[in-house]
T-cell receptor
Framework: DAGVIQSPRHEVTEMGQEVTLRCKPI?????LFWYRQTMMRGLELLIY????????DSGMPEDRFSAKMPNASFSTLKIQPSEPRDSAVYFC??????????????FGDGTRLSIL | QQPVQSPQAVILREGEDAVINCSSS?????VHWYRQKHGEAPVFLMI?????EQKGHDKISASFNEKKQQSSLYLTASQLSYSGTYFC??????????FGAGTRLTVKP
């Protein structure tokens, strides 16, 4: 059973360029989460979707960040224009809710982003 | 609201025990525990729902005191493979997870 798939695994680009990170959640999962991890700020929730609809984007740092989920099997996180302080590891995770019980979040391997 | 974890770091010898604490200022619906090894993604350990339950597998267990909005992770007779950073994640009922800053656990031979 395939897990959460993220691409690319590594991205190095210059300041000002557009960056697009991609995520394929586990089939059947109806929640998708985007996180950013840095040494300084830890693991931060950026945005999450339920059934492809953005529910809470209060963690998105600035208007330069945007996320979409056009269908149940694909999501993107875009940064335009990118800045050096955006350098971090970005994780995508998916889960499903069974009744009132919350299920584990399954994380992808992450995208290590470096903005020069 | 990000939960508070303590301690920030702990170093153990193989076979020793450790306790990692997680507390929140908000009423919680559930607490999740994850472990992350260096350069890897966080991996799920267990979920505790409100009701004061305790869970465990192998020699890792956890408790959740919903009245105090606290959870503790217990690692018994630690093994080298337990090394990593442990995160608690808390949910307030709306399914958005907030993670603590993490506790770095190092187990030495």
């Amino acid at each position: 059973d395939a897990g959460v798939i993220q691409s690319p695994r590594h991205e190095v680009t210059e300041m000002g360029q557009e960056v697009t990170l991609r995520c394929k959640p586990i089939s059947g999962h109806d929640y998708l989460f985007w996180y950013r991890q840095t040494m300084m700020r830890g693991l931060e929730l950026l945005i999450y979707f339920n059934n492809n609809v953005p529910i809470d984007d209060s963690g998105m740092p600035e208007d330069r960040f945007s996320a979409k989920m056009p269908n149940a099997s694909f999501s993107t996180l875009k940064i335009q224009p990118s800045e050096p302080r955006d350098s971090a590891v970005y994780f995508c995770a998916s889960s499903h809710k069974s009744g009132v019980s919350n299920q584990p979040q399954h994380f992808g391997d992450g995208t290590r982003l470096s903005i020069l | 609201q990000q939960p508070v974890q303590s301690p920030q770091a702990v170093i153990l010898r193989e076979g020793e025990d450790a306790v990692i604490n997680c507390s929140s200022s908000k009423a919680l619906y559930s607490v999740h525990w994850y472990r992350q090894k260096h350069g890897e993604a966080p991996v799920f350990l267990m979920i505790l729902l409100k009701g004061g339950e305790q869970k465990g597998h192998d020699k890792i267990s956890a408790s959740f005191n919903e009245k105090k909005q606290q959870s503790s992770l217990y690692l018994t007779a630690s093994q080298l493979s337990y090394s990593g950073t442990y995160f608690c994640g808390t949910e307030e009922g709306n399914n958005d997870m907030r993670f603590g800053a993490g506790t770095r656990l190092t187990v030495k031979p």
